[in-house]
Nanobody
Framework: QVQLVESGGSLVQAGESLRLSCAAS????????MGWYRQAPGKQRELVAV???????NYADSVKGRFTISRDNARSSVYLQMNSLKPEDTAVYYC????????WGQGTQVTVSS
């Protein structure tokens, strides 16, 4: 089992920045990927960004150039630096961990006001 604890969600104004953090604990495998997904009201959950243990990244087109994902393998943590936030970024953001199984955090709310 892997447990994920997220933090950093908040209410901000458009153009501001936020940094989300997620710490994993439990049976962490040596090969894994961690990432962030988001779900806005009435919409399906979507990929925001993912990073492998070796540092390979993938971003949704809507956040490229504004968001940066990073990880600290020693701390089993993943971060999402979100700059130039837009109202359409408003959603619950979920941390994701994947090795042979997939785990989700409880979610953290990000609200961007115009």
């Amino acid at each position: 089992q892997v447990q994920l604890v997220e933090s950093g969600g908040s209410l901000v104004q458009a153009g501001e920045s936020l940094r989300l953090s997620c710490a994993a604990s439990g049976s962490i495998k040596s090969i894994n990927a961690m990432g962030w997904y988001r779900q806005a009201p009435g919409k399906q959950r979507e990929l925001v960004a993912v990073i492998t243990r070796r540092g390979s990244t993938n971003y949704a087109d809507s956040v490229k150039g504004r968001f940066t994902i990073s990880r600290d393998n020693a701390r089993s943590s993943v971060y999402l630096q979100m700059n130039s936030l837009k109202p359409e970024d408003t959603a619950v953001y979920y941390c994701n961990y994947k090795d042979y199984t997939e785990y989700w955090g409880q979610g953290t709310q990000v609200t961007v006001s115009s």
